[in-house]
C-alpha cells in the first residue's frame, strides 16, 4: 500500500504548481520586488493565514492532534506589517485590500482531515524560508524584521521530516488516507481563493510609493 506522505505529494501536485505560478508568487519572488509590493503582497498573505488559522481552531474536537499542528503565524506577519509601515511611512495601503472577500474557515471533519490541513500549513514554512531570504536580499531595509512571517521556526527541514514520517505512522488505513487528502486541498483551495483577489487586478499601485 502507499504511504500518505507519498499520496499527498501526488494527490495535491497540480494544487502546489497552481500556487506556485500564481501571480502573487511570481510578485513575491520577482527581483523587481518592492517594499510596497511586498506589503500589499503581505496583507493577502495574512488574510488567507488569518483564515486557515481560524480554521485550525475550529477543529478542536482533537486534542490528540495537536501537537502536530502548526504554531500561530498571523501575530509575527501583523508585527512584520507594521515595520514595513514604519519604512512607508508616506505610502497608504490599499483600501482595496479591505473589501476583499474573506473565504469561510473549513473546519476539519475529522481528524484525519485536520492533519491533510496540517500537512500544508506546516510544509508552507520550508517554502516561508526560501521566501524570507529573497525578500531579504531584494529588500536590503532591515533584514529579517519585515519576514520573520515567512521565516518560521518551524522551517527545519528536519523537524519536517519528522512530522511526516509521524504522519505515516497516524493516518495508514485507505480511509484515512482519503480523509486526509481531502483536507489538504481544501486547504490549497482555501489558499486560491484567497490568492485570487490579487490575480484580478488588485495589485499594487506603485506610483502611490514615494
Known amino acids: 500500500m502507499t504511504d500518505t506522505v507519498s499520496l499527498l505529494r501526488h494527490a495535491t501536485h497540480a494544487a502546489h504548481r497552481a500556487l506556485e505560478s500564481s501571480a502573487i508568487a511570481r510578485d513575491l519572488m520577482s527581483p523587481d520586488l518592492t517594499l510596497v ?55 497608504p495601503p490599499d483600501p482595496r485590500i479591505d473589501v476583499w472577500d474573506t473565504p469561510a474557515p473549513i473546519p476539519a471533519r475529522d ?18 524560508r526560501v521566501i524570507a531570504r529573497h525578500v531579504c536580499a531584494t529588500l536590503p531595509q532591515e533584514p529579517g524584521v519585515i ?8 522551517g527545519d527541514p528536519a523537524a519536517w521530516g519528522r512530522w511526516l514520517g509521524e504522519l505515516n505512522q497516524r493516518v495508514v488505513s485507505p480511509p484515512q488516507q482519503h480523509a486526509c487528502t481531502e483536507g489538504a486541498l481544501a486547504t490549497f483551495a482555501l489558499l486560491q481563493g484567497a490568492f485570487a483577489s490579487y490575480a484580478a487586478g488588485c495589485r499594487t499601485a506603485e506610483e502611490a510609493a514615494p
Open 111 to 128: 481528524e484525519f482531515a485536520l492533519l491533510g490541513m496540517g500537512y500544508v500549513a506546516v510544509g508552507s514554512s520550508i517554502g516561508g
Open 147 to 154: 519576514t520573520t512571517f515567512f521565516d518560521d521556526d518551524g
Open 37 to 91: 509590493r511586498y506589503r500589499h503582497i503581505l496583507q493577502v498573505w495574512l488574510r488567507a493565514w488569518c483564515v486557515l488559522e481560524a480554521s485550525l481552531r475550529l477543529s478542536t474536537d482533537f486534542p490528540r492532534y495537536a501537537s502536530m499542528l502548526p504554531t500561530a503565524r498571523t501575530v509575527k506577519g501583523m508585527r512584520d506589517l507594521a515595520a514595513v509601515d514604519r519604512l512607508l511611512v508616506a505610502a
